[in-house]
């Protein structure tokens, strides 16, 4: 049996070996990093919401609730503040309620495995988020994994895997190393053909897509097709936890069977008053004009980096992901652009597949387009210094 001092060793061999980076000061496109002052171009806060002084000002007056909530919901931590949140959520995205969990982790892990267990059958998109991965072992349920948005292949599975019991479609909505979107509008159909529950972590596409940031089920106008539109309040929204918009009927079931909803104590209300404020601002004009300074920074963003020759893999949204390949190279790549002044990290296995290492670079609404066009600079001299473009 290896030792752990082994087993990381092996880790760092492989330059597979992880450790953190510490960020002194507030979340903004700008950060102060182990003491030097960065463009900040790997966060999920995509609008900068998460030092916006209206969220600092309702989470600041919510502190007067005290900051702990004291027990979990079902028991005696469930605050006024919870249910304003989810009438909030379920008004946003036009469902019939809203149940609001820990966090996208345990909103995936709960929702799966209470939603389907043995005997019934969950079909995944190959590159979903590890939690939906983590959420359809705990379930127990047959995992039937489909290739990359690849409708014929679900339908296959679809007909062949179904069995008797209750089968769940679960996808992203923006695939988050990929940035690309899934094909909502088809699954939707699917789901109804094969009678399936279908669910959609749009934990990078809520705030920030569609006309008015319902997500990614309103760029394909299928907002009520969806059984369980799962959406995280960290990133486009800035704040924390997650939630599952869906039918009273669904989420009740929630609440009775999610252990992850059940077993764990509720959010406190700093952080409820700051989500509910946070869904207020991209609920907006203001909401509606950062996603347009989003739009635009990304277009920007991408025409360099493309018109430069790199392979930004299909990504259609603000996250941009640049193919490497092998690991060592990759955080070669991120290590070179630290040292220019750009903050990106390298992504590597378990989390992509081994040989498609890449860097993930996140655009914010709040980053200046004379910041982008600098890094854009900085990412083309390193990479053609380390032959990832010629
Ligand atoms: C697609 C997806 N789902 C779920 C999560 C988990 O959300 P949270 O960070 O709130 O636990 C993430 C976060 O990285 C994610 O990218």
Do not use: W
Request: glycine fraction near 12%; charge should be negative; hydrophobic fraction near 45%.
């Amino acid at each position: 049996m290896q030792t752990f001092a082994e087993e990381l060793q092996a880790l760092r061999a492989e330059g597979l070996y992880r450790s953190m980076r510490t960020i002194h000061g507030a979340q903004g496109g700008r950060v102060e990093l182990d003491g030097k002052d960065v463009l900040l171009l790997c966060s999920n806060n995509y609008l900068g919401l998460a030092d916006h002084p209206v969220l600092k000002q309702a989470a600041t007056d919510a502190i007067g609730f005290g900051v702990g909530s004291g027990a979990s919901r079902l028991v005696c931590g469930n605050m006024d503040l919870h249910e304003r949140l989810e009438a909030r959520i379920a008004a946003f995205k036009g469902t019939e309620r809203a149940l609001v969990f820990n966090s996208g982790y345990a909103a995936n892990t709960g929702i799966i495995s209470a939603l389907v267990g043995r005997g019934d059958a969950i079909f995944s998109d190959r590159l979903n988020h590890a939690s939906i991965v983590d959420g359809a072992l705990l379930s127990r349920a047959n995992f039937h994994r489909y290739p990359h948005r690849d409708t014929a292949a679900l339908e296959r599975l679809l007909q062949e895997k179904g069995g008797n019991g209750r089968r769940l479609i679960v996808t992203d909505g923006v695939f988050s190393m990929d940035g690309d979107i899934a094909p909502l509008d088809k699954l939707v159909q699917l789901a109804r053909r094969y009678h399936a529950l279908l669910m959609v972590d749009d934990a990078h596409g809520s705030g920030v897509l569609g006309d008015t940031g319902r997500g990614s089920a309103e760029l394909f106008g299928v907002l009520d097709g969806i059984d369980v539109q799962m959406g995280t309040l960290g990133k486009g929204f800035g704040s924390f936890g997650a939630y599952a918009a869906a039918s009273a009927e669904i989420c009740d079931y929630l609440v009775n069977k999610a252990r992850s909803f059940i077993f764990s104590t509720s959010l406190p209300p700093a952080v409820l008053a700051a989500s509910i404020a946070a869904i207020d601002v991209v609920d907006s004009p203001e909401g509606e004009q950062l996603r347009r300074r989003l739009a635009s920074n990304v277009a920007l963003f991408k025409e360099r980096l493309q018109g430069a020759g790199f392979d930004t893999m299909g990504s259609e949204t603000q996250i941009v992901p640049i193919f490497v390949g092998p690991a060592e190279a990759t955080m070669e790549f991120s290590r070179e652009l630290l040292e220019r002044g750009v903050f990106v990290q390298g992504i590597r296995p378990p989390t992509v597949p081994a040989g498609s290492c890449r860097l993930r670079c996140t655009i914010m609404a709040t980053h200046e387009p004379a910041e982008l066009e600098g890094a854009a600079e900085a990412i083309i001299e390193v990479g053609i210094k380390l032959g990832v473009i010629s």
